[in-house]
Every structure is written in C-alpha cells, then in structure tokens.
C-alpha cells in the first residue's frame, strides 16, 4: 500500500542547491517510492548555532516503505551527501526530515512523525502549504494552511526565482 509522505529538505553549507537537487535525484531512486510534487525552494535565516541561510522546500513521496525503512534510506542519503551529525541546528550539506507520513504518528526515540517542530516554522509550513494546505496535523487537528496563517515565527522566508537549469 502507498503512502503519503511529506520531506523536509535543506541545506546550509557548499553550493546548496546543487545538494538540494542531488538529494532529490537520490530521493527518486528510492525503492517502492516516487517523487509526486515538490515546492518552489526558499532561501530562509537559520535557527540556533547555524551562520549561512538555508535552502528550504519540500517534497511530496508516495512510498510503500514503513517510516522507519524510509527514514534509514534518508539518512543514507545524508550521509552519501556529506552530512556531518555535529550538534543540533549547526549547519550541514543536507537534512532531511519526515514532516508527515500520511495520518501516523510515531513517537521512537529516533523517529518523531509528525516533526515535532514543523507546526512552529515557516520554513516548513510554506513550502509544505504550497503542496498540501488542507492536509490536517494529526495530533493539532489543523489545516496546514490554518498552521500558518496562525504562525508567530518572525525568521525570514524569501521564495527563490526558477532557474532555467
């Protein structure tokens, strides 16, 4: 059975679009998954410890992977892209994050769905409206369109232009 699923990407390090899109393309490859939608990309301020701005989106996965088969094909991906687990929040090449996994909810000690932060950061909420703003928080009971029109995080969020690449 196919699953709805919901990845937040983002990079702050080297050249991050390029990270971005490699990401995406190893995304592709994944077994029993196809990529059905991505946002535009957001150039967005970093949060904690990080300097350099991110580059944000989000992609929307249907996959008969279990979440946490999908999270270890993630983070396989991190890795093969250079991703260095430092401390929370420092920069990295890549990060991605399972937002959503179609109603579920998971509470592991390495897997928290949905994210637990997603519903405080607009870096997630607009790219993630764009796709799907009448999917319903499981635990909030809200849209994410109604998640963000009711956001109080002030970080900046600027929609980056196509490329024609």
């Given at each position: 059975?196919?699953?709805?699923?919901f990845?937040?990407?983002?990079?702050?390090?080297?050249?991050?679009?390029?990270?971005?899109?490699?990401?995406?393309?190893?995304?592709?490859?994944?077994?029993?998954?196809?990529?059905?939608?991505?946002?535009?990309?957001y150039?967005?301020e970093?949060?904690?410890?990080?300097?350099?701005?991110?580059?944000?989106?989000?992609?929307?996965?249907?996959?008969?992977?279990?979440?946490?088969?999908?999270?270890?094909?993630?983070?396989?991906i991190?890795?093969?892209?250079?991703r260095?687990?430092?401390?929370?929040?420092?920069?990295?090449?890549?990060?991605?994050?399972?937002?959503?996994?179609?109603?579920?909810?998971?509470?592991?000690e390495?897997?928290?769905?949905?994210?637990?932060?997603?519903?405080?950061?607009?870096?997630?909420?607009?790219?993630?409206?764009?796709?799907?703003p009448?999917?319903?928080?499981?635990?909030?009971?809200?849209?994410?369109?109604?998640?963000?029109?009711?956001?109080?995080?002030?970080?900046?969020?600027?929609?980056?232009?196509l490329?024609?690449?």
């Open positions: 059975m196919q699953s709805q699923v990845i937040g990407v983002g990079s702050n390090l080297g050249n991050r679009q390029a990270y971005y899109q490699k990401a995406l393309d190893l995304m592709a490859d994944l077994p029993q998954t196809t990529i059905v939608g991505c946002s535009s990309l150039e967005t970093p949060i904690g410890e990080a300097k350099n701005w991110y580059v944000n989106g989000v992609v929307e996965l249907e996959t008969a992977l279990s979440p946490q088969q999908l999270l270890g094909h993630l983070q396989k991190e890795l093969a892209l250079g260095k687990r430092t401390k929370k929040w420092a920069s990295r090449t890549i990060d991605l994050d399972i937002l959503l996994f179609d109603k579920q909810i998971v509470h592991e390495r897997l928290q769905i949905p994210h637990p932060e997603m519903h405080r950061r607009r870096f997630v909420l607009l790219p993630l409206s764009e796709l799907a009448q999917f319903v928080h499981p635990l909030l009971g809200a849209t994410v369109a109604e998640l963000l029109a009711g956001l109080a995080d002030d970080k900046q969020v600027l929609r980056l232009p490329s024609n690449g």
